[in-house]
């Protein structure tokens, strides 16, 4: 199973859109727009803002792990 490591995050606040590169080794809790600064955080039941507000999954939860996701 290959692992995307690109995923596009939409500002829930304003729409923008930015294709970001994912940590591999690591969640991601916050993420602050660059076009109006909301401080992004994960949904609740989602393990990273990947998860929440990107078009790809967190590389443990691509993997099917949620175990050892974050």
């Known amino acids: ?3 995307i490591l690109e995923s ?10 930015k294709e970001e590169t994912m940590p591999n080794d690591a969640c991601q809790y916050f993420y602050e ?6 401080v992004l955080k994960p949904k609740e039941g989602d393990c990273c803002v990947y998860c929440s507000y990107g078009t790809k999954a967190c ?3 691509q993997e099917g792990s949620k175990k050892n996701c974050c």
Do not use: D, K, R
């Not at 727009?33 to 909301?38: D, F, G, P, V, Y």
């Open 1 to 3: 199973m290959e692992i």
């Open 8 to 17: 596009t995050i939409t500002c829930p606040n304003c729409g923008h859109q």
């Open 33 to 38: 727009c660059e076009n109006c600064h909301q």
């Open 59 to 61: 590389p443990p939860i």
